[in-house]
């Protein structure tokens, strides 16, 4: 073949042996373990040219979001570390030495045992970022050196709503969009959170099934899919689902079978619901009283229905957990929990937050030896201690401050985003007193300079991972690129840790092969059969779908064993913490010291993390692919309000609020309700969570209210286009 035609089929990346490029398959792991869509790697001299969906792959069947197309940008970014560092200069500053990872591993080790044998284990922090495919490796690490506080994005991120699953139903059940009629889309954000999730809901629409979605922004989903749109006001979830409910019991819509055989509380729960009549469900809301009945009528009559709250933006607020369970509770009167079409409880974990339908060892596996607590935020969140199997670190930085009830010395972190924590930094300070700080990341961060030793870690394109899928279905992938620099993987660094800390554990010890094997009991697979599929997906011969309605029959995991509509589990919190066993609706803006001043000062409602398609957190705001679709932080403010304060399409404008004040271009849209405004979080430029106060956090699960922020916004002298 002629040169010319050569460099053009290289050109096009057509694999071959004339072109020398090969196709091998990985997963990405850049968001949610529900996804991580199967990759095709287009490799040139052991480089990533292109990356492809892979056809036939059970998850995502070539699709992939515009995140996972940004890979190749992704893995390559320029500020990749690339050799363990050490801190020079003062904290935050960002000089670092050089060091080996002997030196490197050497120094933690001592660190880390010298605050154990002084101060004892549980001054150690454990921490982890977003990323979750290391953790049933960290989780046990953390408890074999013998500290209980293991910690992670489980404190601000799905949790809430486990809980608010947990103590209502036993279990977390998901919608069943295939067999549903109807889809009650509750801050569902699919478009831009999900990417493959509005294709079921477009399945139920092209079925004639009915679709409602409750948002306070016009959204794709609205656009696209919604019958009726509730617009409510920011936080009001809980009194919109109690003025459901009233509509429901009122009208006699209940499923009386379901209620009478299956729920625990109904009563007490019905003479709360009387509180939340029409006007009042539409003074708090904001929604007119004929959308509400027409909500709760096409709800209740049609059968059967399901329901999606966010587990995120639903509990980022004070009231956020109970304004969850309010939700839930839907599910029960209507007889819509554990049936097809209704919401299901799935198969029990597989492995790492998914069921895949069929066993593993994981959870043992991870939870193996939990030591003694008191965790971090387990004083002041007890019902989060007592549902979760991790601290609680949104109370970090109030334990930090005080030294109560233990001092913390210590943080090893894997992916630490200061920008995670909100009022960032008041956080900083608090972090600033601790003895010793170990981050492990991909990238340069402005987070890692906090760090007094900084270790390279690979993506998941250059390490070994597991995962599996909805299905039965699992893959074990090696990797397709050598890892960059001198960069390993975080399993090899914990088990290298392992080793220099002297932890005793007898898998541990063993390394990754054998502590995979372990969790790999029951599963019907082997580690050799995963080997040999070539970083293939293969199918478990243990795959048992869930047949709904097997739970009911069963009974549930509640004290009663029944659906509580007053949990009983919460119920023992009502003296100690005044937590209420029903789901109590309270303003989200209650904790103000003087609301009616402060609404006047701040009289905008915040959104801080609206998901926007192209970003993910803190970390695609510097691959230049996603970040060209908005080149500069943004501000979505609402047209009418922007013009009233003589601000135009891309104004450099300042937000502001009692807990801090950042800077950034407004954006006029239509979309975002009078009074209201929304922004996407995890730039370091402007930094959304400098706007959330880090005390106003939920007494129920210890989230803080991301989305519910009272503040105001002004032009920048000069600040003009
Ligand atoms: N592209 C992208 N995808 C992501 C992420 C990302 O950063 N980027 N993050 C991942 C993570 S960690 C999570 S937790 C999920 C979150 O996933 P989602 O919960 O879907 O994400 P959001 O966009 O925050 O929220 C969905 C919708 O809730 C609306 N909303 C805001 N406040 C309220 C409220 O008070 N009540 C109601 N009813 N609705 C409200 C928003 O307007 C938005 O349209 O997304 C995951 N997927
Ligand atoms: N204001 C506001 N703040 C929010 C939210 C919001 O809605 N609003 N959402 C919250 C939610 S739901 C979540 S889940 C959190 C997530 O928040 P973060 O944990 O902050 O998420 P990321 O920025 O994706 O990742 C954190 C760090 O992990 C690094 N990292 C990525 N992959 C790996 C890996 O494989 N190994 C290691 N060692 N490091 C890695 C990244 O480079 C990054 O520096 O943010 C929360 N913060
Ligand atoms: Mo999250």
């Known amino acids: 073949m002629p040169l010319e035609s050569v460099q053009e089929l290289i050109r096009a990346k057509i694999p071959g042996p004339t072109t020398g490029i090969t196709v091998k398959q990985t997963f990405c792991d850049i968001c949610a373990p529900g996804n991580h869509c199967g990759i095709d790697v287009f490799l040139r001299d052991g480089r990533i040219i292109k990356v492809e969906g892979t056809p036939g792959h059970p998850h995502n069947n070539g699709k992939l979001c515009t995140k996972g197309l940004a890979s190749r940008q992704y893995v390559y970014r320029q500020d990749r570390l690339r050799v363990p560092l050490r801190r020079i200069g003062p904290r935050g500053e960002g000089r670092f030495e050089e060091i080996s990872w002997e030196e490197a591993y050497a120094e933690i080790a001592e660190r880390l045992n010298g605050v154990k044998d002084k101060f004892g284990a549980n001054s150690v922090v454990f921490f982890t970022g977003y990323s979750k495919w290391y953790r049933p490796f960290y989780q046990r690490f953390a408890f074999s050196f013998g500290s209980v506080n293991y910690c992670s994005d489980d404190s601000v991120c799905n949790n809430s709503g486990v809980m608010g699953m947990k103590t209502t139903g036993g279990r977390v059940a998901m919608p069943d969009l295939r067999n549903t009629r109807l889809f009650l889309g509750w801050a569902y954000g699919g478009y831009y959170s999900s990417h493959l999730s509005p294709n079921g809901v477009k399945g139920l629409k092209a079925r004639g099934g009915k679709v409602i979605i409750v948002d306070p922004r016009v959204t794709p989903a609205v656009k696209h899919f919604a019958d009726l749109h509730l617009q409510l006001k920011t936080g009001t979830d809980g009194a919109l689902a109690l003025g459901m409910a009233n509509i429901i019991i009122e009208n006699n819509w209940v499923d009386w079978q379901y209620v009478n055989n299956h729920t625990y509380g109904f009563d007490e729960y019905a003479a709360y619901v009387r509180r939340f009549d029409p006007d009042t469900a539409s003074r708090l809301t904001g929604v007119p009283k004929d959308l509400i009945y027409e909500a709760a009528r096409l709800f209740a009559q049609t059968k059967p229905a399901c329901l999606n709250p966010s587990g995120s933006t639903v509990a980022h607020h004070i009231n956020g957990f109970q304004n969850y369970r309010a939700i ?394």
């Open 328 to 721: 839930v509770c839907l599910l029960g009167l209507t007889g819509n929990y554990d049936v097809a079409g209704g919401n299901v409880p799935g198969t029990a974990e597989t492995y790492i937050y998914k069921g895949a339908g069929f066993p593993m060892k994981s959870v043992e596996f991870s939870r193996r030896g939990r030591p003694r607590k008191p965790i971090v935020g387990g004083e002041r969140f007890p019902l989060w201690d007592e549902l979760n199997e991790e601290a609680q670190d949104m109370d970090l930085t109030r334990q930090l401050e005080t030294g109560e009830p233990y001092p913390l010395k210590a943080l090893f972190a894997l992916g630490l985003n200061l920008k995670m924590f909100p009022d960032t930094e008041r956080f900083k300070r608090a972090l600033a007193q601790l003895d010793f700080i170990v981050d492990v990341d991909l990238f340069q961060t402005d987070s890692a300079k906090w760090a007094d030793i900084v270790l390279p870690v690979c993506s998941s394109f250059e390490r070994t991972d597991f995962k599996v899928y909805g299905g039965g279905w699992a893959q074990l992938v090696r990797p397709v690129i050598a890892p960059l620099y001198e960069s390993k993987s975080d399993t090899e660094i914990l088990f290298d840790l392992v080793k220099a800390l002297g932890i005793k554990d007898p898998l541990l010890e063993k390394g990754y092969d054998a502590c995979l094997t372990y969790m790999l009991r029951g599963s019907g697979l082997t580690l050799d059969e995963l080997k040999a599929a070539d970083n293939k997906p293969i199918r478990s011969p243990r795959f048992a779908p869930y047949v709904p309605g097997t739970y009911t029959k069963e009974g549930y995991d509640t004290p009663s064993g029944k659906f509580e509509f007053a949990s009983q589990v919460i119920a023992k919190y009502k003296e100690s913490h005044n937590l209420d066993a029903l789901p109590t609706y309270r303003n989200p803006f209650r904790d103000e010291k003087n609301p009616e001043e402060s609404r006047k000062k701040y009289p905008i409602v915040l959104t801080v993390g609206a998901r926007i398609p192209f970003a993910l957190h803190s970390r695609f705001h510097d691959v230049p692919w996603t970040r060209s679709f908005r080149p500069e932080p943004q501000v979505d403010v609402n047209r009418a309000d922007a013009e009233e304060k003589g601000i135009a399409e891309g104004d450099l404008v300042e937000l502001f609020n009692p807990t801090g004040r950042i800077r950034l271009r407004a954006h006029l849209t239509d979309k975002v309700a009078p009074g209201q405004a929304a922004l996407y979080h995890g730039y370091t430029e402007a930094n959304g969570c400098e706007l959330v106060d880090a005390g106003h956090l939920d007494p129920y699960s210890g989230f803080p209210a991301y989305k519910s922020n009272l503040c105001d916004y002004e032009k920048v002298k000069g600040g003009g286009r």
